[in-house]
Nanobody, 127 residues
């Protein structure tokens, strides 16, 4: 089992940057594929980005491609999301998630395949 705690959210002006972190408990972080999702008010949760166990493979939603970068530090049990060129439509609560997988290269984009979720961190982008 793993517990996830997000941090780094806040209020930023359009065009600005934020870096989200997701700290994982336990010593098996490297056995989980990880992902970031977000949920805006009145909308369903949507996929943002995902990364393989090794960190060598990533996937992004088209809406954030070229602006957001997902990464991980397995030695520090931490997942990151670097968000640049933020837009008001990026306003949402951001969640990190972990999926227990055996394949080191597997990247998961479906929320239903994730086993554990954090509590979320809010991001507000003002225009």
């Amino acid at each position: 089992q793993v517990q996830l705690v997000e941090s780094g959210g806040g209020l930023v002006q359009a065009g600005g940057s934020l870096r989200l972190s997701c700290a994982a408990s336990g010593r098996t972080f490297s056995t989980y594929a990880m992902g970031w999702f977000r949920q805006a008010p009145g909308k369903e949760r949507e996929f943002v980005g995902a990364i393989s166990r090794s960190g060598d493979f990533t996937r992004y939603a088209d809406s954030v491609k070229g602006r957001f970068t997902i990464s991980r530090d397995n030695a520090k049990n931490t997942l990151y999301l670097q968000m640049n060129s933020l837009k008001p439509e990026d306003t949402a609560v951001y969640y990190c998630a972990a999926a227990a997988v055996t394949l080191t290269f597997r990247v998961i984009i479906a929320s239903g395949q994730y086993d554990y979720w954090g509590q979320g961190t809010p991001v507000t982008v003002s225009s």
